[in-house]
């Protein structure tokens, strides 16, 4: 049977639409997981909610924007700290955020004066900042607070700055998902087009969906730079907001999440007719043939195999130590969605790995088409996957290595499985060259570090 029920499963047989086991001969007209949509209730989600995806995610990377989040003082906390995506702005973004701190009275009267108090007294704190994101919360998206209107008050009357409303409460969508949505549809409405940037280049991109994790957005950079291409804007990796504004100047949409910034790279293509290219920017093999794309496309062939050949001669032979080392491991990739087609065939080709289990948290059907198409026979490809789900899962195969988050890694952690931070990173950047090198690197040093022997040892026998 292609769809698969784990025993843990069988009070909620709703689950087996979401489990699939590719087997020879199949392709994805035939089985696909069910994929964005509701969590079958007892199911224990590991999704964010759409407030998140907007915040967390999009609108928190910008390096030079203030924060303001709407609502209870949770909402704030909780989408604070816990990403790395540094900047070259003193890390502002990871310092500070900003809270209305809504309590039951404000549910009751209303919270708007609160908000265009805070807004006011924002700005106050970080003198230097003329940029704001205000970010609705489930609570007062229900009490019907109108930020919008108040920020334009307060534009008014200050006169130098600029505020986005970004209208994406939690419950807005079945996961994070929907929060990269909204984001990308009403920046592209109200705030592309704004800004005038300066152009330095005959050649001009977007870089969109690489959020600057540990670095990431740095080694892409510098990459096009050598090859003399400007990118105007980068979605939203070390940017700043106006930035963000004078995205339809460029030439070219440079597209490497697709699942969070797909969207915005549509729609430019609509208004602006800028054309799109999707690309992959983890794994050796992945990353030479998207610099020869962008190369191709402003007929820079010669200075992307410049670039290639740079980089090989500098870490090919880093990253063929590794390879030796890790190859016919397995491994599972329990992420959000994007990373699992970006990853499973890189790790494979560039490392020799062999992954053995997949699980999106939010992606949708045509990535599970993407997952699916580049993964294995005999993978086990999950949507929404829970904790005793991923327990099964290792009771069945036997695996060396889990590229997941915090949380399932503690878990797995018990088992002494060692998990690589498959969101944040253990030591990144992994985007790149040189950022493939850290991610085997960080594998290497997982499967072998001695505390797995030591771990398995209970201390007290023969003590
Ligand atoms: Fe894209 S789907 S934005 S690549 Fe996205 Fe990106 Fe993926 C994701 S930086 Fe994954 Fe998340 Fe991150 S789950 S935060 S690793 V975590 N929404």
């Not at 919360?137 to 019907?144: K, R, V, Y």
Request: charged content about 25%; some cysteine.
């Amino acid at each position: 049977m292609p769809l698969k029920l784990f025993e843990c499963d069988t009070v909620i047989p709703e689950r087996k639409r979401h489990v699939y086991v590719k087997n020879v001969g199949e392709d994805t007209s035939m089985f696909l997981p069910m994929a964005n949509i509701d969590t079958i209730p007892g199911s224990i989600s590991e999704r964010g909610c759409s407030y998140c995806g907007a915040k967390l995610v999009i609108g928190g990377v910008l390096k030079d924007t203030i924060q303001l989040i709407h609502g209870p003082v949770g909402c704030a906390y909780n989408t604070w700290h816990t990403k790395r995506y540094p900047s070259d702005n003193d890390n502002y973004q990871l310092k500070y955020v900003c809270s209305t701190d809504v309590k039951e009275k404000h549910v009751i009267f209303g919270a708007e004066k609160l908000l265009k108090q805070n807004i006011l007294e924002a700005f106050k704190a970080f003198p230097n900042c003329k940029r704001m994101i205000i970010y609705t919360t489930c609570a007062t998206a229900l009490i019907g607070d109108d930020p919008k209107a108040v920020a334009k008050d307060v534009m008014k009357e200050l006169g130098d700055v600029d505020i986005f409303c970004s209208q994406c409460a939690g419950f807005a969508g079945v996961s994070q998902s929907k929060g990269h949505h909204v984001f990308n549809i009403d920046w592209m409405n109200e705030k592309v087009g704004t800004y005038e940037p300066e152009i330095t280049s005959d050649y001009t991109i977007n870089m969109i969906g690489d959020y600057n994790i540990q670095g990431d957005s740095v080694v892409l950079s510098d990459y096009f730079h050598r090859m003399g291409i400007q990118v105007i804007a980068h979605f939203t990796g070390n940017e700043t907001y106006d930035g963000l504004r004078s995205m339809h100047r460029a030439q070219l949409n440079v597209v490497n999440c697709a699942r969070s910034a797909g969207y915005i790279a549509n729609e430019l293509k609509k208004k602006y007719g800028i054309p799109r290219l999707d690309v992959d920017t983890w794994g050796f093999n992945y990353v030479a043939e998207s610099l020869r794309k962008v190369g191709a496309f402003f007929g820079l062939e010669n200075r992307a195999e410049q670039v290639i050949a740079e980089e090989y001669a500098k870490w090919e032979p880093k990253l063929n130590w590794y390879k030796e080392r890790l190859k016919g491991k397995k491994l599972c990739i329990w992420t959000g969605g994007p990373r699992l087609w970006h990853w499973t065939k890189a790790l494979e080709d560039d490392l020799g790995m062999e992954v053995v289990s997949m699980s999106s948290k939010f992606g949708h059907q045509e990535d599970f088409e993407k997952v699916i198409a580049r993964g294995n026979i005999g993978t086990i490809y999950i949507d929404d996957g829970n904790e005793l789900e991923f327990f099964e899962v290792l009771k069945e195969k036997k695996v060396d290595v889990i590229f997941t988050g915090p949380r399932v890694g503690e878990l797995v952690k018990k088992l002494h499985i060692p998990y690589i931070n498959g969101h944040a990173y253990h030591n990144g950047p992994y985007m790149g060259f040189e950022g493939w090198v850290n991610c085997a690197r960080d594998i290497y040093n997982g499967i072998h570090s001695p505390i797995w022997a030591l771990a398995g040892k209970d201390i007290r026998k023969g003590a």
